[in-house]
T-cell receptor
Framework: EADIYQTPRYLVIGTGKKITLECSQTMGHDKMYWYQQDPGMELHLIHYSYGVNSTEKGDLSSESTVSRIRTEHFPLTLESARPSHTSQYLC???????????FGEGSRLTVL | AQSVTQLGSHVSVSEGALVLLRCNYSSSVPPYLFWYVQYPNQGLQLLLKYTTGATLVKGINGFEAEFKKSETSFHLTKPSAHMSDAAEYFCAVTIRGSTLGRLYFGRGTQLTVWP
């Protein structure tokens, strides 16, 4: 069983609020990722990190930001949430080049 | 560029019937291929992966997939469906030799199993 955790699992907030989705892994993996998942669509990579102090934007443009101050922690922040940000956000990590991704259970965000 | 096409967004089978979920990939270099499963309200879990070697790959829960380079396919099969197999299945591809290890996913296939 993978040791990667996401909080909160579900979040309903109003427009304009700042939110942070937490992601932590206890496997010591260097590579971490944030994917956005919408029904019937591909999972889209929005952010990734090679290691501490390394972050890059993914394929899908996102107004969110990430940080990687510690190996085990990769939070995602939205400074001002909008209804268009309503989605499921999946965090993942991996150890090896082109290796298996370990996913958290996801954070389902609804912005009213 | 890498991409994955999953044929059929929904597949329904009876319990005990063969499960076949189709995946075709596009890659300019030899790929690594994956199948993931997602149960309701959960994250994705690896079912099986092909990297090198034997083209028929066996995974968890009785699933297997065959890499066919000539057909650019990596279809997922299970001889006999079980009710617990009902879930969404994602095919994914990555570049062999990629230092990032990022995956490109298909749109998923929802499997329904009827009693």
């Amino acid at each position: 069983e993978a040791d990667i955790y996401q909080t909160p699992r579900y979040l309903v907030i109003g427009t304009g609020k700042k939110i942070t989705l937490e992601c932590s892994q206890t496997m010591g993996h260097d590579k971490m990722y944030w994917y956005q998942q919408d029904p019937g669509m591909e999972l889209h990579l929005i952010h990734y990190s090679y290691g501490v102090n390394s972050t890059e934007k993914g394929d899908l443009s996102s107004e969110s930001t990430v940080s990687r101050i510690r190996t085990e922690h990769f939070p995602l922040t939205l400074e001002s949430a909008r209804p268009s940000h309503t989605s499921q956000y999946l965090c993942a990590s991996s150890e090896y080049e082109a290796g298996e991704l370990f996913f958290g259970e996801g954070s389902r965000l609804t912005v009213l | 560029a890498q991409s994955v096409t999953q044929l059929g967004s929904h597949v329904s089978v009876s319990e005990g019937a063969l499960v076949l979920l189709r995946c075709n990939y596009s890659s300019s270099v030899p790929p690594y291929l994956f199948w993931y499963v997602q149960y309701p309200n959960q994250g994705l879990q690896l079912l099986l992966k092909y990297t090198t070697g034997a083209t028929l790959v066996k995974g968890i829960n009785g699933f297997e997939a065959e890499f066919k380079k000539s057909e650019t396919s990596f279809h997922l099969t299970k001889p006999s469906a079980h009710m617990s197999d009902a879930a969404e299945y994602f095919c994914a591809v990555t570049i062999r030799g990629s230092t990032l290890g990022r995956l490109y996913f298909g749109r998923g296939t929802q499997l329904t199993v009827w009693p």
